[in-house]
């Protein structure tokens, strides 16, 4: 189903990103890459088994469909600003609204897992739309970012790579754990990954090897997994 749409905001991409999408082996490799990295958290920290899981800014839902291939997931819902985008995606499984990052439509401790991948560098309030996500999480659910490290984001925009000004703001892991901690999440995991933003054979086995020798801040993308925890919000922020 799609809901309502809602007013634009920068950063919203529209039906030209799906098409781009389905002809540019780049942004399928970024696709592909991203999802491997959340699979391997939720499998890490949930299993196989989920029962309701939320992309937000799912775009085309065509991470959500990767999701639901390799995991055995109940409910799978997908929230995007745009209307158009949501509907390229012809899955009968999904749940598919449209709404906003900042004031997601969803009850208090909904969702066992939340998945923004590269999302929060769009948003205008980042700790709002963090505060949002641990207000729809269960408790003990699973928050899991992903976004861009600033420095390469600087450089693909110089070379023309991505067009400037798409993002709001890119934040280092850093400030991603200091946001994230100060919402009362825990943090569960941090990692860099994606050598390179088209991808080339043995580039994950390379990948492993730059993170044995502490090379890994030359990777491009950044992961952060968190926690719904009452416990070490409490004990964290009294």
């Given at each position: 189903?799609i809901?309502v749409?809602?007013?634009s905001?920068k ?6 990103y ?7 082996h780049?942004l399928k490799?970024?696709?592909?890459r991203r999802?491997?990295?959340v699979?391997?958290v ?6 196989n088994e989920?029962?309701?899981l939320?992309?937000i ?7 959500l ?6 995991l ?6 997908g929230?995007?600003?745009s209307i158009?985008?949501?509907?390229t995606n012809?899955n009968?499984?999904?749940?598919l ?6 004031k997601l439509?969803?009850k208090?401790?909904?969702?066992d897992?939340?998945v923004?991948?590269?999302?929060i560098e ?7 739309m963090l505060?949002?996500?641990?207000r729809?999480?269960?408790?003990g659910?699973l ?8 420095f ?6 110089s070379v023309g790579?991505?067009?400037d000004k798409q993002?709001v703001?890119t934040f ?6 200091y ?7 825990q943090i569960?995991?941090t ?6 933003p088209?991808?080339f054979p ?14 890994d801040?030359?990777l ?11 416990q070490?919000?409490s004990?964290?922020f009294?």
């Amino acid at each position: 189903m799609i809901g309502v749409w809602v007013k634009s905001q920068k950063g919203v991409l529209s039906i030209e990103y799906h098409e781009e999408r389905e002809r540019s082996h780049a942004l399928k490799y970024r696709l592909t890459r991203r999802t491997n990295e959340v699979l391997k958290v939720i499998k890490l920290y949930k299993g196989n088994e989920i029962e309701n899981l939320c992309d937000i800014g799912t775009a085309d839902g065509m991470m959500l469909d990767l999701l639901g291939q390799n995991l055995n997931i109940k409910t799978a819902v997908g929230l995007d600003f745009s209307i158009e985008l949501l509907r390229t995606n012809k899955n009968p499984a999904l749940n598919l609204l449209a709404g906003d990052a900042l004031k997601l439509p969803f009850k208090e401790d909904s969702f066992d897992v939340v998945v923004a991948t590269a999302v929060i560098e769009h948003v205008s309030d980042a700790g709002n739309m963090l505060g949002e996500c641990w207000r729809i999480l269960k408790e003990g659910g699973l928050c899991i970012l992903t976004t861009p490290d600033p420095f390469f984001e600087h450089i693909a925009t110089s070379v023309g790579h991505l067009k400037d000004k798409q993002h709001v703001k890119t934040f280092k892991l850093s400030e991603l754990v200091y946001l994230l901690k100060a919402k009362g999440f825990q943090i569960l995991k941090t990692e860099k990954f994606m050598m390179s933003p088209i991808g080339f054979p043995y580039e994950v086995k390379i990948e492993r090897i730059m993170k044995l020798v502490k090379l890994d801040f030359l990777l491009l993308n950044q992961l952060v997994a968190a926690q719904k925890t009452s416990q070490f919000y409490s004990s964290s922020f009294a």
